[in-house]
């Protein structure tokens, strides 16, 4: 594997890393978790509709596919867990339409790396694809 492309993929898998020991997600005037507590929780946010967690599997697939070299794999892979983890931004209104009682959400520092891990990802994947396609062009 190139320098190159190992030194982008281990920066995004860093992040999304250290998005897990960071403070993600808080209840105004209530407890605020970590990345790493919503990483083992969050899949029950499905049963109320929120469906964000699924931005992590899809995260780790895309990376893993990236790894292997299956760029477009990885970019609609990665398109898809950005579009989930975006949707974190609804949870409350999401929340507020099932639930009576919905504190004010908060998002921390951790949450916004985690959005920035698999955003970059998805901007990696199809600017790879986007080289390669161009790379076969000119040597045609």
Do not use: H, Q
Not at 75 to 103: F, H, K, N, Q, W
């Amino acid at each position: 594997m190139p320098l190159s492309r190992l030194a982008a993929l281990l920066a995004i898998a860093l992040a999304w890393a250290a998005s897990l020991v960071l403070p993600a997600v808080g209840a105004r005037g209530g407890p605020t978790w970590t990345g790493l507590e919503l990483l083992l929780l969050g899949w029950e946010g499905a049963r109320e509709g929120v469906f964000a967690w699924f931005a992590n599997p899809l995260f780790v697939a895309a990376l893993t596919a990236a790894a292997l070299r299956r760029d477009g794999i990885a970019g609609v892979i990665s398109a898809a867990a950005a579009m989930l983890a975006l949707t974190s931004l609804a949870a409350e209104d999401i929340l507020r339409g099932r639930i009576e009682s919905v504190p004010e959400l908060t998002f921390g520092a951790g949450f916004y790396l985690w959005i920035v891990a698999v955003i970059a990802l998805c901007l990696r994947s199809w600017g790879a694809v986007y080289l390669t396609r161009r790379k076969l062009r000119r040597s045609r």
